[in-house]
């Protein structure tokens, strides 16, 4: 299949970026999208000009590196990540846009490359428990329902992609910030730090520029890895009931 | 230039080397600790783990990944689980036993003593694990959960749904990140370690190139850790993520550190199927499928029927006929190579004969649909996704892809390589997994490595290097920048006709058909003419545009390929040298009537370690004999 692409090329963070129109040629359905930019690159390169930079790595929807706005949606019409999209899904002759995530807090790298080490600075506020190694117990001295368990899962399931960051017009990260906060505050391990978490986690959030949640729930509707967006409620609950607290002591 | 390989395994019975040598291994007082720099290479299991475990102990570290954060790893891409003794299940497991199953699992081609040890410290990743937060599946009393994996008949593997890996990594993840916070590691993320820097023999430091900007720079330490995994992406089509790479292990071969066992590549049973040229990786479908699926191939060549058009009595379900004690369950490089020889006997199913059938018919009819979504449901949808096939509707094809390298620098029983200061962990390193890696137990290497082992053996080589952390203004720095930088230029200014994704593709074809499952003399012969001429060409006619001082994929590629190309190398001439069958490594001279692979252990029971003798010079085959004293090396047997 033949295909008419508007990338977004933009050569650095300082430079500004404009769309760029790009044909793919004799593309097989069977290729993943990221698989037809590699053929697109290998045609650019053929030609003597600078493929398009993306950033991408496991290919398998795991890690989290593939990010792109197909078409305005981040991870495109894919039912997971970009990476996990097949061209079976576009029609012959269609045009689509290929755009970088967009939100303040991610800026462009190069081309469709965006900056999400503000996620990072986030986690490392709060989102671990204290276990130093060598010093835990038996594992099976703290049974865990199975209900408990299977919740945090669910919600540590987070790739950190940051689909949901680009999907919400207020750019909020709390479906992200949600998910860990969740994930740790259901399990008994924790307990100690749950109250000191939440506040440090949102307050990073917000310093970072992140905006508020609206309750548009494009994050869910985006979310690759099925983040529910009952985390957010359970974030508020945790920081309100941790402010609270704070406010107290 | 021969080398003496001093292992250093400690004196004494098997069980008791590791308590005794953690008490005779030197400390360093933790008023002292922050005094020394360390640098750690990689973010994965093992990397990350050791990054915060040092961190804690007071340590300053430098932490270095490739990728835009060290959550992002490819321990993340881990399907199964992770293997522990705990027994609990009450099914007769044990630290001997795990010891044994990984021992003969590897085809007696791995070091006793270390594989001992990692037996050893198995209970206490999962304790560790747990205690940060890891979900594990549980059952419905809250105790953990426990499911089978190949090669054992024990029930030993813990996981999280099918990301087990995921949800280890970031539990080191969360580690590290305390660890930043507390300042006591510096991240650099989006930075590629390109060489590493030797000041009177000893690794003191690291030259990187930052990714984003391109600037080349030094970093100084007293002791360099390479966590950098395996070199799986020689094959080109693996299931590794599309940075792996082999450069931060073969920069330090090319300063002296020697390569161990490079032939010892695990090829993975149950992959899809490659579709055609375009293809860029290939994707595991986990082996815990295998606990419920039935591997079958038609009996007839040639049978182009639908599989359901097929009765039972004509189809051959070769596992289960040829091992019936362990059947669908038996280990990785048995079950890849008896669905090669289907395939070669013309039996072979999908395009190009090259797939065999991965069947859950049975499983939905005997514990219903929903249970077999319950437990598979991710992998069916990631197989729907990928071939447009429903599962559970008709079976799915699959095919063994390149998977996991157990080769890797030599490392004595304190993971220090033959170069004084340089540790290799995890995946980079050869010691534990032998010829062939069982299920589960990559995941526990790394995390022991991390966790348990590195912390207590490095205090050795640290104590008596007090105050002797050289700075980066030194010559050896200057030289190493000066030749990282040249490199980089004749990387840009060839300019010639091709892509390097056309040399990489070139390569793995190589490796692939000489040097991939199965391997002979002749195949072997045959790599070792075409790799040469194709570096050569690479060097002439590859085209790498853009700029050095700026972000630029096609170079970090490049240099990447540039090191495969004389890797390949290496890795066909160690198959060629190891004039047995043993693990993943299968020669066709060396087998018994049935097809099974056949051991010298006359003449083979040793680790072959390559030293580097400068360019377009033979390497130097060192050998460490291996000695067991617990284990007898017996004929491998599934049946």
């Known amino acids: 299949m033949n295909l008419h692409l508007k990338v977004w090329r933009q050569k650095d963070a300082k430079s500004a970026g404009k769309l760029a129109d790009i044909e793919a040629r004799n593309i097989p ?15 650019l390169t053929g030609k003597g000009e600078e493929p398009i930079a993306f950033d991408h790595d496991c290919r398998e929807g795991i890690c989290g590196t593939c990010s792109l706005s197909i078409n305005g949606v981040p991870h495109g019409p894919s039912e997971t990540t970009t990476c996990q999209l097949y061209m079976r899904k576009f029609k012959d002759g269609e045009t689509i846009h290929v755009e970088p995530f967009r939100a303040k807090t991610f800026p462009v790298v190069r081309d469709l490359i965006v900056d999400r080490s503000a996620f990072d600075r986030i986690q490392q506020a709060g989102g671990f428990i204290t276990a130093r190694t060598g010093s835990a117990q038996d594992a099976n001295c703290l049974p865990v329902p199975k209900v408990a368990a299977d919740a945090a899962m669910e919600a540590a399931a987070c790739i950190g992609c940051g689909a949901c960051v680009a999907a919400c017009p207020n750019a909020s990260a709390m479906l992200f910030v949600g998910a860990k906060v969740s994930h740790l505050a259901l399990l008994p391990q924790g307990q100690a730090e749950r109250t000191s978490r939440a506040l440090k986690m949102v307050r990073t959030m917000d310093e970072e520029g992140f905006g508020n949640c609206s309750n548009y729930l494009e994050c869910e509707a985006v979310c690759p890895a099925d983040i529910p967006a009952s985390v957010i409620a359970r974030l508020n609950r945790e920081y309100t009931v941790a402010a609270v607290k704070d406010g107290v002591a | 230039m021969s080398a003496v ?217 007293d002791a360099v850790l390479l966590c950098t995994g395996g070199y799986g992406n020689v094959f080109y089509l693996s299931t590794n993520a599309k940075g792996c790479n082999v450069t931060a292990s073969w920069r330090a071969y090319k300063r002296g550190a020697l390569f161990a066992n490079p032939c010892y590549t695990q090829i993975h049973p149950t992959c899809i199927p490659v579709a055609g040229d375009y293809q860029s990786k290939l994707t595991l479908m986990s082996e815990s499928l295998r606990n419920d699926g039935r591997v079958w191939v038609p009996k007839k060549k040639g049978d182009n029927r639908k599989p359901h058009e ?259 190398e290496l890795l066909c001439l160690d198959a060629f040298e190891r004039r047995e069958s043993c693990g993943g490594h299968f020669r066709e001279e060396f087998q018994y009537p049935d097809g099974e692979a056949k051991r010298d252990d006359s003449n083979f029971q040793h680790v072959a370690a390559w030293g580097f003798n400068g360019e377009g010079a033979k390497p130097t085959r060192n050998v460490e004999p291996l000695v067991f004293e617990e284990v007898h090396p017996s004929v491998r047997s599934y049946k």
């Not at chain 2, 000893?202 to 030094?218: E, P």
């Not at chain 2, 598979?376 to 599962?391: K, R, V």
């Not at chain 2, 790394?446 to 348990?452: E, K, M, R």
Request: hydrophobic residues 35%; charged residues 25%; contains cysteine.
């Open chain 1, 29 to 43: 359905e069977d290729a993943s999208f990221l698989e037809m930019l590699d053929i697109v690159n290998d045609d």
């Open chain 2, 5 to 221: 390989l001093d292992s250093k395994i400690p004196s004494g019975p098997l069980s008791q080397k590791w308590e005794k040598h953690k008490f005779e291994s030197k400390l360093i007082n933790p008023a002292n600790r922050r005094k020394y720099e360390i640098i750690v290479v990689g973010s994965g299991l093992a990397g990350a783990s050791a990054a915060a475990s040092l961190g804690e102990m007071g340590y300053k570290v430098k932490c270095f990944c490739y990728q835009d954060s060290p959550r992002r790893a490819h321990s993340i891409a881990a399907q199964g689980g992770i293997n522990a003794a705990k027994n609990y299940q009450n099914d007769g497991d044990s630290v001997q036993r795990l010891f044994y199953d990984t021992i003969k699992g590897g085809d007696f081609r791995s070091r006793e003593a270390n594989v001992y040890r990692l037996a050893e410290v198995s209970a206490a990743i999962i304790d560790q694990c747990v205690a940060q937060g890891v979900p594990f599946a549980r059952e419905y009393g809250g105790l953990l959960a426990n499911r089978s994996f190949g090669g054992a008949q024990v029930s030993r593997t813990f996981y999280a749904r099918g990301q087990t890996g995921q949800q280890l990594l970031l539990g080191a993840y969360s580690a590290l990140n305390r660890q930043i916070a507390e300042k006591t590691v510096e991240m650099f993320p989006r930075t590629e370690m390109l060489d590493v820097v030797l000041v009177d023999g000893h690794a003191k430091g690291i030259v990187v190139r930052d990714m984003v900007t391109g600037a080349i720079t030094s970093h100084a330490a």
């Open chain 2, 310 to 568: 097929i009765p039972d009595a004509e189809r051959d379900y070769y596992l289960e006929r040829k091992y019936p004690s362990f059947g669908n369950l038996a280990p990785r490089d048995i079950s890849s190579r008896s669905a090669k020889e289907a395939c070669d006997d013309g039996r072979g199913v999908g395009p190009g004969g090259l797939g065999v059938f991965l069947d859950f018919a049975d499983a939905i009819k005997r514990l219903g649909e929903p249970t077999v979504r319950e437990r598979y449901g991710n992998l069916f949808d990631m197989y729907h996704q990928i071939t447009g096939e429903n599962a559970y509707q008709q079976p799915m094809r699959i095919y063994p892809a390149v998977h996991y390298t157990m080769g890797g620098l030599w490392v004595d029983y304190d993971l220090m390589s033959n170069i004084p200061g340089l540790f290799v962990l995890g995946e980079a390193n050869f010691s534990d997994h032998g010829a062939n890696r069982l299920g589960a137990s990559a995941l526990m290497q790394g995390l022991a490595d991390g966790y348990f082992v590195l912390p207590y053996t490095i205090g050795n080589y640290l104590a008596p290097q007090i105050g002797k952390r050289p700075t980066t203004d030194r010559e050896e720095f200057k030289r190493t920048e000066a030749d990282v930088r040249a490199r980089t230029n004749r990387l840009l200014g060839i300019k010639g006709k091709r892509t390097v994704d056309h040399f990489h593709r070139e390569l793995g074809r190589i490796m692939w058909d000489y040097c991939g499952m199965a391997r002979s003399e002749k195949s072997l012969q045959r790599a070792l003419a075409q790799i040469p001429p194709l570096r050569e060409e690479f060097w002439k006619n590859v085209n790498v545009p853009g700029e050095g001082e700026a972000l630029n994929v096609s170079l970090e590629k490049a240099g990447r390929v540039a090191d495969f190309l004389e890797f390949g």
